[in-house]
């Protein structure tokens, strides 16, 4: 299979091309060996609070766990958000997905909003969350818990058939154009809200673990939380504060006003 794998830093011209035409793109081997064991911990201990029977996702891991909340603005990936969106985003939420030994597929879907459904704001569909899944499992092989992802599904006018959505078998619901990701522990996917995509099978018997950090422009509302915590707040980074969209005035991300976060220049 074809991989849209690109380098860590900077967006380069081709790297826009590759998230422009398949709608996403990976970046191998983002995380050390330790870096990975921190997080897998992280995540292990963030479950084991919630008591997450099968497959959930946690919100907001990254306020109580040093290793997550680095990823917030990892240096391999941020260059990437940034070229895509600007200067001006925001973290719209970092959920921390298990999937469970042995666990099923998930349904195929594109993100967005229930409530309101991002197709209604146009066609191509509006980058709105952009996804960096940092994948905390070795899952170089098929049926690891890997992502699966239809290259180019973003741009697709016609949505995925209700009928392969809700097959009755793993048959009917399988896609022959599904790329199932292959990567390292410590990858980075990053992705388009609009891709097509569900959670492969999971044949392993050990639980897998994603961290998923999901951009968005300033003015999208946050979804794993409704206010961010103080206590965290004032113990991060400036740069880290300011992508938990703490604004001076609730009009700032529609003005001219608006300062952007406190990069340091790449
Ligand atoms: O399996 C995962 O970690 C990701 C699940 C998913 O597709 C999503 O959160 O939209």
Not at 26 to 55: M, N, Q, Y
Not at 205 to 224: F, Q
Request: with cysteine; aromatic share 10%.
């Amino acid at each position: 299979m074809l991989n849209p794998v690109i380098q860590p830093g900077h967006l380069t011209e081709l790297d826009r091309f590759i998230f422009e035409s398949w709608g996403y793109f990976i970046i191998p081997d983002v995380l050390s060996e330790d870096e990975v064991a921190a997080c897998l911990a992280a995540s292990k201990r963030l479950h084991e609070a919630a008591g997450t029977p099968a497959f959930g996702q946690i919100g907001r891991g990254y306020e109580t766990e040093p290793a997550l909340e680095h990823l917030i603005d990892h240096p391999a990936v941020l260059p990437k958000i940034r070229g895509l969106y600007g200067d001006r985003f925001i973290l719209q939420a970092g959920w921390n997905t298990k999937q469970p030994a042995h666990g099923p597929m998930g349904g195929w879907h594109q993100d967005g909003s229930g409530a309101y459904d991002f197709k209604k704001l146009g066609h191509p569909i509006p980058l709105l969350q952009l996804r960096a899944s940092f994948l905390l499992n070795d899952q170089t092989r098929p049926r690891m818990g890997n992502m699966e992802l239809i290259p180019g599904s973003h741009r697709s006018l016609v949505g995925l058939p209700e009928g392969v959505r809700r097959g009755e078998s793993e048959e009917a619901r399988a896609v022959p154009i599904g790329h199932v990701i292959c990567a390292t522990a410590g990858s980075v996917l990053i992705f388009h809200n609009a891709v097509w995509h569900r959670t492969y099978a999971h044949d392993g018997d050990y639980d897998r673990y994603t961290m998923h950090m999901i951009y968005s422009p300033p003015w999208v509302r946050s979804s794993d939380r409704l206010h961010n915590d103080p206590a965290f707040l004032q113990r991060t980074t400036p740069l880290r504060r300011a992508f938990m969209g703490e604004f001076d005035r609730p009009d700032a991300p529609y003005g001219a006003g608006y300062t952007p976060p406190p990069f340091d220049n790449e």
